[in-house]
């Protein structure tokens, strides 16, 4: 059975920095694109990052552009996000998915075959 499980969610002040983990197990993703998504209270599911089977190809959304970092360890089955100069905006349910379906729906949820639960993320002003 194939799990996602995200940590390192918590409270933080505005302009901090902080790193979400997401470690995956069941089978290894180490081929496949994972990526990062956030859900802020009565909003929809957004694409944050999504980051290549080798690492070396990163795709970002223009709020975390600049801002955020997406890398994997294949080694660890994980894939984590170092998110710093963190707004009040960003707050939200951070959740990684794995398996790209089709790289039209990058930014779409239904562009990802497997997901997590989610770890809170919260910035205080």
């Known amino acids: 059975q194939v799990q996602l499980v995200e940590s390192g969610g918590r409270l933080v002040q505005a302009g901090d920095s902080l790193r979400l983990s997401c470690a995956a197990s069941g089978r290894t993703f180490s081929s496949e694109v994972m990526a990062w998504f956030r859900q802020a209270p009565g909003k929809e599911r957004e694409f944050v990052a999504f980051i290549r089977s080798n690492g070396a190809t990163t795709v970002y959304s223009d709020s975390a552009k600049g801002r955020f970092t997406i890398s994997r360890d294949n080694a660890k089955n994980t894939v984590y996000l170092q998110m710093s100069s963190l707004k009040p905006e960003d707050t939200a349910v951070y959740h990684c998915?794995?398996?790209?379906?089709?790289?039209?729906?990058?930014?779409?949820?239904?562009?990802?075959?497997?997901w997590g639960q989610g770890t809170q993320v919260t910035v205080s002003s």
């Open positions: 998915a794995a398996e790209m379906l089709n790289i039209v729906h990058y930014r779409e949820t239904r562009g990802y075959r497997y």
